[in-house]
């Protein structure tokens, strides 16, 4: 994993974690009757 991380891009590290954050805001926000 870290062998794969640091050849990554700092950039396209932040945008994936951003990503993954978004996600779970938006399961935690979304009512679970709602879930797709």
Do not use: Q
């Amino acid at each position: 994993m870290r062998d794969v991380m640091t050849h990554v891009p700092v950039k396209e590290r932040l945008m994936v974690m951003i990503h993954i954050l978004l996600n779970i805001a938006k399961n935690i926000r979304v009512p679970r009757r709602a879930n797709r």
